[in-house]
């Protein structure tokens, strides 16, 4: 059977939902095997038994987090050369992609990026030029390499658990030599809120917000959600660059993506287009997001958000 | 010191985009310079203003692969500032993936750097149509240059460069070493527009067309031919039909949560 490469970088104490979705897919395409960098940890060791990794392999070198997507790469390619997977995937982050594309040319592979699934076959559906077409493509060389967004698939368990050793994978002498190295990480503070690319709702605020994001940040609290913003609020200042979505930000496809004083314009559409469910709130019956939003509310957000938020505190405490 | 910046032309955002053909490439009318490129524009062009600018030998060469339309986005380039611009264009090229586009663009900065190589290869976080975001990636692999990409502050210091780059659980700050490529984020700067002065100079300032034999490139490893991926189908997505809207009477947030709780959202 055809190997399939996993990447998961640095998982910490648990794996993320969106590496047990990769494994998931990579059993529909043939035998998971994981590319392992960071500290293996015994629950994610098991965690990766429990989704069915055959063989795992991790980098000779411990330090490559201390270096930008070049030798992680190289890692990665060792690794695919080692194993002798066809299909390697990994994440659908800034960094995934970057190290995909470095991967390709390494091995002559096709790289495809925002796919949202991947048939038996090898084929990868996703969605181009903002969510106005759906395409099928295909990588054309022996390797193909596919960058997965989150929330494709419903992580599933292996019928059987593996026990899976870990293989040393040495990195080729030159693999940091003419990389840019970090020289200092500020990690950010914690919001507690699930991270906006993986999201299964997002709320999101506009220029209707006008300065204040507590009722979008207290909605999103009360459903779990993540905050997202479109770009005339990140240069506006009201909330972090981080919550942007759209051409310039991020793109999110969630179960239910909440639009509050957001226009619509063309491209903040784009942003919410792939949503499943879209609500709209804004005060200008003639916005354009009421044209593709599933339920339309033209009203006060001010008014509207806060009476959501406190009636789903109410529901919540009714059970 | 010399800095070489990669502009595209692209479909304006702004409009309905389409892909075309059967290969289905993206249609190119109504195309525009890309608007993340201008970022990179504006980087390149402080970089060689703190050094003395264009009189103290610095060079800005604005560097676009595309079908014919594609020098306007070359044009527009050297009316913003850029020093020189250079087209490669060739008929090869249409349909070229990501891949294929970062041979090409290889081979023409190399082309470029003949003479005197560049120090820096400056780029957008991303282009605005296929948005893939591997081109800087995959032309810093096969340029052997250290990828400082997604930048959102960039200095130079002598033959280090110091830049930011903005995850989503951390900041990291960043040091290579030159020559380097680097790719900005619309965070890094705010972009200038031409001016009447500009947009005069622009006139006087050479564009060069490369072909694919220039650059010494054959055909058959770039375009569709050489491309290492292929779209089999694509399919416009049904348009989203509008759904209930309603006026808010003074309930509008209660009927959202039933709504939700209907759709079992909740």
């Known amino acids: ?319 | 010191m010399k800095i070489i910046v990669l502009v595209k032309h692209v479909p304006d955002a702004q409009f309905d985009r389409h892909l075309s053909g059967g290969d289905n490439t993206t249609d190119r009318s109504e195309s525009i310079l890309s608007e993340l490129d201008e970022y990179a524009l504006e980087a390149a062009l402080q970089l060689i203003e703190a050094r003395g600018g264009e009189a103290a030998g610095n060079k800005v060469i604005a560097l676009s692969m595309g079908p014919a339309g594609a020098v306007n986005a070359v044009k527009k380039s050297l009316q913003i500032g850029a020093t020189e611009g250079v087209h490669l264009s060739d008929d090869a090229l249409a349909g070229s993936d990501a891949a294929a586009t970062s041979l090409a663009l290889a081979a023409a900065i190399r082309h470029l750097g003949t003479d005197v190589p560049a120090d820096l290869v400056l780029t957008g976080m991303a282009s605005t149509d296929g948005e893939t975001s591997l081109v800087p990636a995959q032309l810093a692999e096969r340029l052997g240059l250290p990828q400082v990409t997604f930048a959102s502050s960039l200095e130079l210091d002598g033959g280090k460069l110091t830049a930011r780059r903005d995850g989503d659980s951390h900041a990291d700050t960043v040091e290579a070493t030159l020559p380097a490529l680097v790719s900005v984020t619309d965070q890094i700067n705010e972009p200038r527009y031409p001016n009447f002065k500009g947009i005069m100079a622009a006139k006087k300032k050479t564009i060069t067309t490369l072909s694919l034999a220039d650059i010494g490139v054959d055909a058959s490893s770039v375009g569709l031919a050489g491309s290492w991926t292929a779209v089999e189908t694509a399919e416009v997505r049904p348009p989203r039909t509008a759904g209930t809207i309603i006026t808010d009477e003074g309930d509008a947030g209660i009927q959202l949560v039933e709504f939700l709780a209907a759709q079992k959202l909740l």
């Not at chain 1, 390709?104 to 096709?110: Q, R, T």
């Not at chain 1, 804004?282 to 006060?300: H, L, T």
């Open chain 1, 1 to 319: 059977m055809a190997k399939v490469l996993v990447f998961i970088d640095t998982p910490g104490a648990a794996l993320k939902k969106s590496s047990l979705e990769l494994l998931t897919i990579a059993r529909s395409l043939g035998e998971p095997v994981v590319a392992f960098n960071g500290e293996l940890q015994d629950d994610v060791a098991a965690g990766l038994g429990a989704y069915g990794a055959a063989e795992l392999y991790v980098p000779a070198a411990a330090d490559l987090n201390d270096y930008l997507i070049g030798p992680k790469a190289a890692f990665l390619a060792a690794a695919a050369e080692t194993s002798g997977a066809t299909v390697v995937l990994a994440e659908n982050s800034a960094e995934g992609k970057e190290i995909a594309a470095r991967l390709g040319i390494k091995l002559g592979a096709g790289v495809i990026t925002d796919v949202v699934a991947v048939d038996p076959d090898g084929t990868a559906h996703k969605s181009v030029l903002a969510g106005s077409y759906t395409t099928t493509a295909k990588a054309t060389t022996p390797v193909a390499v596919l960058t997965v967004k989150s929330n494709s698939v419903e992580p599933e368990q292996a019928a059987a658990a593996t026990a899976p050793q870990p293989v040393t994978v040495e990195l080729p002498a030159d693999a940091t030599a003419g990389a840019a190295r970090v020289t200092a990480r500020n990690e950010k503070a914690a919001s507690g809120r699930p991270e906006l690319s993986e999201a299964r709702i997002v709320v999101a605020g506009g220029r209707g917000m006008d300065g204040n994001f507590g009722p979008v940040e207290d909605l999103a609290d009360a459903l779990g959600a993540a905050v997202g913003a479109s770009r005339a609020a990140t240069d506006a200042g009201w909330i972090g660059h981080d919550a942007q979505i759209g051409q310039t930000g991020k793109t999110v496809s969630p179960q239910l993506y909440i639009s509050a004083g957001i226009s619509g314009a063309i491209q903040q559409k784009a942003g919410m287009q792939t949503a499943k469910v879209i609500v709209a709130v804004n005060k200008d019956a003639e916005s354009p997001v009421f044209e593709i939003a599933d339920f339309g509310i033209v009203g006060d957000l001010f008014q509207v958000l806060p009476q959501a938020t406190e009636e789903i505190k109410k529901r919540r405490a009714g059970h």
